[in-house]
DNA sequence: ACTGAGTCATAAGCCCAGTTTATGTCGCCA
DNA sequence: TGGCGACATAAACTGGGCTTATGACTCAGT
């Protein structure tokens, strides 16, 4: 009521704009089968529910989505558009779905994974998804923690496979190199660094005060090895997230995983800054028991993570 | 009843195993603040909606995802990394909304955006929330169409600000680049192509039989140029989706850009397969109407897609 | 100790979005 | 012209999520 301007931001938050994960699906389904009652059947419900879903989805966004006919329900133009982008709303979705089946501690799982924090926030769900398409009655459970906690699991056999980022592997255990992640210079696009066209060099790096995470983390040890002593930090953050939250509030230059911002530089959230001769790479390891070669699920996960 | 098994997958499809948007939302909010009622207040909602919310997300993944305290509430180990494959489904659901709203054909709007469907389907909602962020104000509405109908709406003084691929332009506009794409070769991860070490030649692709768009879509016309005659295509189809579903479902190998498969591959739905001697470069480009370069709003968003 | 301010939990009642069942309308095809 | 399929409409039911009101607990300051 005593509202300003045009109310399309303060009326209520996300979910009351964006469409449930519900309608989003059986819109999917309506643009795979080209039929409302066909989707309403797919996804167990009845026609008129769908009909009434479709419609008020439409009122919602204030756009016609499908082509009503007789023969059946085509999508428009912008229902098209719209489609795609709700495709990777319930991707995402599922990505989370399938980590959370994962993380609930299931004494049947048929697969247990212990993996480092990276690898399972960015990575995981991905395999976990490609695995269930090909094998969908593995029950995996997963444990995420750092480098050591997925030794000590791995040794203790309450892990069946583990993934871990860093350059060095506990002994008694076995790995394999299954991919390469960069450590990355990000700044936020208004950021002097962020019109660079010179790469950093690392001497210039070692200098400059970073948005880092704390040290003793993985990233953290890559980048003094790199620099060849310590970097400044401006603020030291114990999560990837808070990082990247930090970096994008415009707070300073920060260094981060390729793998955690890729999502923020497509969207130009964040920049990247060009690095000229440091190099901050690290592998990320696929590890298990000496001698325990993986076999069954475990080799079936494995295979898929290897490029 | 009658149903198999662990029933983990037939109960109920997504929407009933994922947390709503707002839940997700809350659950960011509560990360963010350390507080249930923190979050509570921020999401405009009370303290026990707040807390029974997250209590039955709790009850729902089978997951405790946040330590009370007298003191307030902090994630639990799993919680942190549920929040964080919650964080990018809110983030694809916010680019969903902000894509949505410029879809709506809003008479006020400041900004008027015309796009190839590429563009509008991967890069714009990334840049629409980028601009959002810094003009919080600009109402952008968003036409998607191909090169031509781009054209006609900039000359016909129906956008301000058009964004095409491909090579050539229009007459009567001027254009500049910002970015670039590339058409690469993919497979799904079971396919011969997929284990491939050696690049493959223009030759070899010439003769293979190709998962492609229909003739005269842009990344077809591409495509013919560069193998220097016509490609042969096991199936045509008429959208970006319906080529990477086939692709996904292991129908033969596609060609696709860069940007509609970056999702794909870091799942390995989809394995990119080495290219030798092929450039499938193309030119992302932005164009508006001779003589009228982009001020105000226009001008705010192209400064934001220049890398 | 006591009080006050912060936290979260519990209980009871309300409300509306989404559902089902039952029916109506329209177009196509044999 | 009947019959089938697809969508729309109407009315009644249900339940999840909300609010208000209250209670229990911890900590800090007096």
Known sequence: MTQSAEGQFRAGSLAHRVPDLGALELLLAVARLGSLGGAAREL?????????????????LGVALVDRSPRGS??????????DWARRVVEAAEAFDVGAQ?????????????????????????????LRAQRPDTAVSLLAGNSAAVAERLLADEADLGFVEGVSVASG?????????????????????????????????AVTPLILR????????????????LARPLIELSSTTAVKAAAVGGAGPAVLSELAVGEEL????????????????????AVWPTGHRPVGPA?????????
Chains 1, 2 share one sequence.
């Open 299 to 307: 080799r079936d996960l494995l295979s898929l993570t290897r490029g």
């Open 173 to 205: 255990l076995d790995s394999v190199v299954i991919a390469h992640d960069n450590l990355i210079v990000v700044t936020a696009p208004g950021h002097v660094w962020a019109r660079r066209r010179r790469p950093l060099e690392a001497s210039e790096l």
């Open 214 to 229: 704390e040290k003793g983390s993985g990233t953290r040890q890559v980048l003094d090895a790199a620099l060849g002593g």
């Open 44 to 60: 167990g419900i009845t026609q008129p529910a769908a009909s009434s879903r479709i419609r008020s989805m439409e009122r919602q």
């Open 102 to 130: 994962a993380l609930r501690d299931r004494r049947d799982s048929r697969l247990r994974v212990a993996a480092s924090m990276t690898i399972a926030e960015y990575l995981l769900p991905g395999w976990l998804l490609a």
């Open 266 to 285: 497509s969207m130009r959230r964040l920049v990247r800054v060009p690095l000229a001769d440091v190099s901050l790479a690290r592998d990320l390891r």
């Open 74 to 83: 085509r999508l428009t133009d912008a229902g098209a558009l719209v489609t």
